[in-house]
């Protein structure tokens, strides 16, 4: 049987194609908002802490790091491609970093198997997403595409996290009764901290450390 990923249905085969259209349509703002779509799916995702090995970088790496910074020939895929949207380059040139992502997301979804955790630090995703949004800013992140900024507007209850907690919950409300209801009370204070921008990293804060109480719950020990 094969193993699947909290929100790996997202990463629809039809994404990458609509990509490479709307780029080769040489459109620059239809191009603009279907890449918008892509990342965002992507983001979706809930990739946290190198949880798809070199498939991350690969198809969303930030260029930090790299020797040539933004044209390093390592800085590929999404964040490549926004690069290039919001800089002025010409857009029908970037369908090769499309032609590429689309065969690295086929290529991840194929070794799912091999390239997800374990499901024992399956609960460490709980509050791992969220503590990567802390970890990596917008300002650090996008190169001017404002996906971050998007995906934060959405409402926290429809994220991993939200969906980790209550598929786990029977767990939790058996070793804590408490802690979900916690949860997602803050989530909605992040929500509304999201919907009127600001105190978005306390809120985040207190989310995390509400969160990160989950994965010793859901300890496995030996017997």
Not at 76 to 92: K, P, S
Not at 139 to 159: E, F, I, N, Q, V
Not at 209 to 217: C, M, N, R, S, V
């Amino acid at each position: 049987m094969r193993r699947t990923w909290p929100g790996c249905s997202t990463t629809s085969s039809a994404t990458w194609p609509a990509l490479r259209t709307a780029l080769a349509s040489g459109d620059r703002a239809k191009a603009r908002t279907v890449w918008l779509t892509a990342q965002l799916t992507w983001d979706r995702v809930g990739s946290a802490y190198g949880s798809f090995n070199d498939y991350t970088d690969a198809i969303a790496g930030l260029p930090q790091g790299l020797p040539a910074g933004v044209r390093d020939p390592d800085f590929t895929g999404l964040r490549r491609i926004e690069y290039g949207l919001w800089h002025d380059e010409a857009v029908t040139g970037l369908g090769t970093y499309a032609d590429d992502l689309a065969g690295t997301v086929a290529e991840l979804r194929d070794d799912l198997p091999g390239s997800t955790p374990d499901a024992i630090d399956l609960p460490l995703r709980v509050h791992e997403i969220l503590e990567d949004a802390l970890r990596f800013p917008a300002d650090r992140a996008d190169r001017h595409g404002r996906a971050h900024r998007a995906d934060r507007r959405r409402p926290p209850t429809r994220t991993p996290p939200a969906r980790c907690s209550t598929c786990s919950g029977p767990l939790l409300d058996e070793r804590r009764p408490d802690l979900r209801p916690e949860i997602h009370t803050e989530l909605d204070a992040l929500r509304g901290a999201l919907t009127e921008r600001r105190n978005v990293a306390a809120t985040l804060g207190r989310v995390l450390e509400t969160l990160a109480q989950a994965p010793g719950l859901l300890e496995v020990t030996g017997s």
